[in-house]
């Protein structure tokens, strides 16, 4: 009898086995991961609460036994971390999709076991990783399958670019020792075009990154050189959303020109912008906001729809983080796996930044984000390969910028209001009344402003003075920034050592202890903001890696692909990772 004659397919429902059926369960990859327990009852009582867990989670499974009742293996559906299926609820068992359940990780063959032993160890093993787990790892999701694209070199038809916050060539190169946590991006790394090193930009940071990523340019040429605006009072909470902060064309400007219908989804500074599809990157500020209502003015009504179907009504999506990617994931294959899927697609994942900021780089936290994440995009490839596109995508995953452990927090402003160049407004955080002279954050960063020339010159004394008596920053001539191409009009700039950051407030002492525990926005020529880059899919190479790139060549790689023209800008297309016909 074949293997395929002696599958039996069977549903287990609310932790019941159908009559005459195996036993089989799934352990859910969303449990929280405990690290230790009180004592025995806490563990036992650990243990009681997987059990029913895994008996909860199971949706569509498969057995692989022989005819004479021997098990030979156990297919195990791993339910993906951001959704959640458990009780008895028939209608939530069996929403589990059929392909979703065909995505099953096989465990070690264990020639002779018995049915009912086979059953107990599932189950008793699920509920002993409660207790010990994996040395505080979380479970990964099933990995993805990458298939080889026939035919000859071909322009892609479509192109995907997605960023994550965070993200680093340590988690998808297979030497690197965490690179378990993103098992998924390691398998589209090692099938298709990978980088060692993505050198950033000045500021390595949120807004003036993705800018460079679908321009191509400098901050200096694009025009978004912070993550906030800077006003008559101050450094404003208000970022730089909107397209018309953008000085130079977008890979979503040429795209449209060309006809190609174009989706952007959480992508940094697209309010207002001309693109067909989009859910910009809007955060609620507001007491009674919630994130899809602060959308609906700015988003195209089909694509609220779609969020709102994917979950974007949870309070959780309220704040960036697992809930809010898994609906922008949700909408995405929503796109798709659409009879006309958009020609160029632009989304931001940011469940990883919070916990980077929060507890640093190299934390648990952050490395369990970073699983959750992978998982997100194992759940965008399997869309992209059931959609109509799938032969014909190209799939770019890039980093905005890298973190940094901090422990210490630095305040310029307060240098520069004991020099009377300004005047902090008592009780409200970063905002002053009147300014001469001002520092704006970046984070590991600052850039230094000044209505006028004496003004500029006195601050800078004022900062010399301090770095020379804290050891704890640098000042950097405005010489060094135009060649990096930062802000032009910053006079000059301000660089902390490691495990120092700055913050924007007039009222702290100019160090103290940091509240959080990360941070970007440091100058490119810092290792630690090194960003990664892994493409796949058709107009792309197998298996190349590149040592190291500038995140400038992004977009003009992106737009050679697509076969558009973004004009003379600071980056070049990746030549060497494409495999394109011949012009």
């Not at 096989?106 to 107990?120: D, I, V």
């Amino acid at each position: 009898m074949s293997t395929v004659a002696r599958r039996k397919r069977v549903f287990i429902l609310g932790g019941g086995a159908s009559l005459g059926a195996h036993l089989l369960a799934v352990v859910a990859t969303a449990l929280p991961f405990r690290r230790s327990f009180r004592g025995l009852p806490d563990c036992l009582f650990r243990v009681t609460d997987v059990m029913w867990r895994t008996l909860g989670n199971v949706g569509y499974v498969a057995t692989l036994i022989d005819p004479d009742g021997t098990y030979r293996g156990v297919p195990v559906t791993v339910i993906h971390p951001t959704e959640e299926h458990s009780g008895c609820n028939l209608m939530t068992l069996l929403s589990t999709t059929r392909q979703r359940a065909r995505s099953r990780a096989r465990l070690p063959p264990r020639g002779g076991m018995s049915r009912p032993f086979a059953t107990l160890a599932v189950l008793l093993g699920g509920a002993a990783l409660a207790c010990v787990g994996p040395a505080g790892r979380t479970t990964p999701a099933a990995r993805i399958e990458v298939p080889v694209l026939a035919g000859p070199a071909a322009r892609p038809a479509h192109l995907v670019l997605v960023s994550l916050s965070g993200l680093g060539s340590e988690r998808y190169r297979s030497e690197a020792a965490v690179a378990a946590s993103m098992p998924s991006l390691a398998t589209l790394a090692r099938a298709g075009v990978a980088a060692d090193a993505v050198e950033g930009v000045t500021p390595a940071s949120l807004y003036p990154a993705h800018a460079t990523l679908v321009t191509g340019e400098l901050p200096a040429a694009h025009g978004i050189t912070a993550d906030h605006a800077l006003g008559p009072q101050g450094v404003r909470v208000a970022r730089f959303t909107h397209a018309t902060s953008l000085r130079k064309p977008t890979l979503w400007q040429r795209a449209t020109e060309a006809g190609l219908p174009v989706a952007a989804l959480a992508w940094p500074t697209t309010v207002g912008a001309e693109i067909a599809m989009r859910l910009p990157d809007l955060e609620p500020v507001r007491g009674g906001e919630t994130w899809l209502s602060v959308l609906a003015d700015a988003a195209t009504p089909s694509l609220l729809t779609l969020a709102r179907a994917a979950g974007g009504e949870a309070p959780e999506t309220n704040v960036p983080g697992p809930a809010r990617d898994s609906v922008l994931v949700g909408v995405a294959c929503a796109l798709l796996e659409s009879p006309q899927p958009p020609r160029l697609l632009l989304l931001r994942l940011s469940q990883t930044e919070p916990p980077l900021l929060q507890y640093g780089p190299g934390s648990p936290e952050a490395d369990a984000a970073f699983a959750s994440a992978d998982a997100e995009l194992a759940r965008l490839f399997r869309c992209l390969r059931r959609g109509p596109a799938r032969d014909t995508t190209a799939l770019l995953v890039t980093g905005d910028h890298g973190f940094a452990p901090i422990h210490s927090v630095l305040a310029p402003n307060a240098a520069l209001a004991r020099a009377g160049l300004l005047t902090p407004v008592p009780g409200v955080e970063s905002v002053v009344s009147r300014w001469s002279a001002i520092a704006r954050s970046n984070g590991g960063s600052a850039f230094v402003y000044a209505q006028a020339e004496r003004d500029a010159v006195t601050a800078r004394s004022a900062l010399v003075r301090e770095a020379a008596k804290l050891g704890a920053f640098r000042v950097v001539a405005a010489e060094e920034l135009l060649r990096d191409g930062a802000d032009p009009d910053a006079w000059f700039g301000l660089e902390a050592e490691a495990g120092f950051s700055f913050d924007n407030t007039a009222e702290l002492p100019v160090l103290a202890p940091a509240a959080l525990r990360g941070a970007g926005g440091y100058l490119p020529s810092r290792s630690e903001m090194d960003s990664g880059f892994v493409a796949w899919g058709r107009g792309l190479r197998t298996r190349v890696r590149i040592p190291r790139m500038r995140q400038v060549d992004v977009a003009p790689t992106a737009a050679k692909l697509l076969g558009l023209e973004l004009g003379e800008i600071a980056g070049h297309p990746l030549i060497g990772a494409l495999e394109l016909p011949r012009d």
